[in-house]
């Protein structure tokens, strides 16, 4: 066994000692950390470094000095190949789920401030108007206080300092209120902004305890696979065998296993981001596709309002105005007694009343529905232009997605060939393992 | 990227100077990479066990194929192994951040 190996086994895990104990779930729950072959339970900082901050115990500040547990970059030559970077991999691109979730609470905390801000912006007139309510009222109480301490030789059942005693008292109520409401508004305002960074605290605390379930979770699965595996003699082998294993295969194979599963999820994520951005763009085209048509509805009722006007102003009413006009030349060659006379009043007085409707009901009411209906067009023409600037960002978005995920998911899929060429050109260079 | 990064920390409370970020970046890469392999040692049998033994200098694409036909449950147990650190920070991120 070499002394990086032997090393390795006696720092990193318990492999070519006594058989490890089989956790139970329980065993799980309670002491998470001490589970068989766990090379470094402590991944909590314990030591203090020169800047105050605790630094994990093994943590390879200097890969030179012996007795170090070390990276497989530091110590082995052939592995030092920069492909392994989660940059070189993934790309320069991070999956926007992940960064969405990361920058959530700053951005909300951004969203909340300037709510609140703006919240107190608007109720800060309100509050000016409190307090001058207030110091108004709090110099009236002054002032009743003074005349009362005027006629303070006076008997207590004196009229006059009966009265302003009242006075006083109803003054002091008015105080009372305003104070009460000033307090309350000024109360109000300081605790939407101190409100802010309880949030703050209240998603990080949430955020710790979705970190801390998930972490029962994975220690349950994990302490069910060991249930399942079972301990016994073929363990008892697969120590014996890799025993003399060398720490840096041993590692490297532990991080080929999870840059491949971390690459592939981070695939998997910019491409459901990707689909969330084909749907959000799907459904601002649709937005588009249905403020077009309302806006070509609005333009027809408009239009036919408008018609409608022009033919009661340039038509209809001058006609009626035209057969007023016969019929009242018409009665005025009858006689009052002629038969005909009552009819052509009757005629009359229905032609007017029906100018009358078209000049004080139909003109209005349909001058009325045009003018709406453009107005309801240039909203929605205004609309139109955001939803267009929505949609060209929204493309940009996807466009720059599909990129991200093209790009992860060849990299997830590629990255092992990347690798391959890697280590083979780091194993022409490097010299000879001496433990191989 | 690291699988820790400074704004996952910044949203659990914890911030760090750039040097000791990446700092508890690598110690967390480098834990995580040593307890997958450990889990991965306990779901093989002697024989693949013999078999990783071979595969030193075998290349990277090599064991990932082999890991990935003779470990079913890679990705489970790298996905577990992830939770529980990150678990483990937010278990102790005010300890983290105060000192």
């Given at each position: 066994m070499t002394e990086k190996a032997r090393r390795y086994?006696?720092?990193?895990?318990?492999?070519?000692?006594?058989?490890?104990?089989?956790?139970?779930?329980?065993?799980?729950?309670?002491?998470?950390?001490?589970?068989?072959?766990?090379?470094?339970?402590?991944?909590?900082?314990?030591?203090?470094?020169?800047?105050?901050?605790?630094?994990?115990?093994?943590?390879?500040?200097?890969?030179?000095?012996?007795?170090?547990?070390?990276?497989?970059?530091?110590?082995?030559?052939?592995?030092?190949?920069?492909?392994y970077t989660d940059a070189e991999i993934l790309g320069k691109h991070y999956p926007v789920r992940q960064m969405i979730r990361e920058i959530g609470n700053q951005r909300v905390h951004a969203i909340e401030s300037f709510t609140a801000r703006l919240?107190?912006?608007?109720?800060?007139?309100?509050?000016?108007?409190?307090?001058?309510?207030?110091?108004?009222?709090?110099?009236?109480?002054?002032?009743?206080?003074?005349?009362?301490?005027?006629?303070?030789?006076?008997?207590?059942?004196?009229?006059?300092?009966?009265?302003?005693?009242?006075?006083?008292?109803?003054?002091?109520?008015?105080?009372?209120?305003?104070?009460?409401?000033?307090?309350?508004?000024?109360?109000?305002?300081?605790?939407?902004?101190?409100?802010?960074?309880?949030?703050?605290?209240?998603?990080?605390?949430?955020?710790?305890?979705?970190?801390?379930?998930?972490?029962?979770?994975?220690?349950?699965?994990?302490?069910?696979r060991h249930e399942l595996r079972g301990e016994g003699a073929s363990l008892i082998e697969v120590r014996a065998v890799l025993k003399d294993v060398p720490k840096e295969?041993?590692?490297?194979?532990?991080?080929?296993?999870?840059?491949?599963?971390?690459?592939?999820?981070?695939?998997?994520?910019?491409?459901?981001?990707?689909?969330?951005?084909?749907?959000?763009?799907?459904?601002?085209?649709t937005a588009i596709n249905t403020n077009r048509r309302k806006a070509q509805e609005a333009a027809k009722e408009a239009a036919n309002a408008?018609?409608?006007?022009?033919?009661?102003?340039?038509?209809?009413?001058?006609?009626?105005?035209?057969?007023?006009?016969?019929?009242?030349?018409?009665?005025?060659?009858?006689?009052?007694?002629?038969?005909?006379?009552?009819?052509?009043?009757?005629?009359?007085?229905?032609?007017?009343?029906r100018i009358n409707i078209y000049e004080n009901r139909e003109l209005p009411y349909w001058e009325q529905v045009a003018h709406s209906n453009r107005e309801r067009v240039a909203t929605l023409d205004t609309s139109h232009t955001d939803l267009v600037a929505d949609l060209t960002a929204r493309q940009t978005t996807r466009n720059t997605a599909t990129t991200n995920a093209n790009t992860l998911n060849e990299r997830a899929q590629a990255h092992a060939d990347a690798l391959a060429k890697a280590v083979k050109e780091a194993a022409n260079t490097a010299p000879a393992e001496p433990n191989n | 990227m690291p699988l820790l990064t400074a704004n996952l920390l910044d949203n659990l409370g914890i911030s760090l100077s750039e040097q000791d970020y990446q700092l508890l970046a690598e110690h967390f890469e480098t834990t995580l990479n040593e307890r997958v392999i450990n889990e991965i040692v306990l779901e093989l049998s002697p024989e693949q066990a013999e078999q990783l033994s071979h595969l030193q200098q075998a290349s990277d694409e090599e064991v990932l194929a082999w890991l990935k036909?003779?470990?079913?449950?890679?990705?489970?147990?790298?996905?577990?192994?992830?939770?529980?650190?990150?678990?483990?920070?937010?278990?102790?991120?005010?300890?983290?951040?105060?000192n």
């Open positions: 086994l006696d720092v990193g895990s318990r492999l070519g000692t006594e058989p490890a104990p089989t956790p139970s779930p329980e065993d799980a729950q309670e002491s998470p950390t001490d589970m068989p072959l766990s090379p470094a339970p402590d991944t909590i900082p314990t030591q203090p470094n020169a800047d105050g901050l605790r630094v994990p115990d093994n943590l390879p500040t200097d890969p030179s000095l012996p007795g170090e547990l070390t990276t497989p970059e530091a110590t082995s030559p052939a592995n030092n190949e920069t492909l919240q107190n912006v608007r109720d800060t007139p309100a509050k000016l108007r409190l307090g001058l309510v207030l110091s108004m009222a709090q110099r009236r109480v002054a002032r009743k206080q003074a005349k009362l301490d005027a006629v303070n030789h006076l008997s207590d059942r004196h009229i006059l300092k009966r009265r302003r005693l009242k006075k006083l008292q109803e003054a002091q109520r008015k105080l009372t209120s305003a104070d009460r409401k000033y307090k309350t508004h000024t109360s109000t305002m300081q605790k939407r902004v101190e409100n802010i960074d309880k949030n703050v605290d209240k998603r990080r605390a949430a955020y710790r305890k979705e970190l801390r379930a998930r972490r029962e979770t994975a220690l349950s699965r994990r302490a069910m295969h041993l590692e490297r194979v532990g991080k080929i296993a999870a840059v491949a599963y971390t690459s592939e999820q981070r695939a998997a994520q910019a491409r459901k981001h990707e689909q969330t951005q084909v749907n959000r763009e799907s459904r601002s085209q408008s018609g409608i006007v022009e033919e009661l102003k340039t038509q209809t009413i001058p006609k009626a105005q035209e057969s007023l006009q016969k019929l009242r030349k018409e009665l005025a060659a009858l006689d009052g007694d002629d038969p005909a006379y009552i009819n052509i009043q009757v005629q009359i007085q229905e032609v007017e009343e | 036909a003779n470990v079913p449950d890679v990705a489970e147990i790298v996905a577990d192994e992830v939770d529980i650190l990150l678990g483990e920070i937010a278990e102790n991120s005010e300890a983290i951040n105060g």
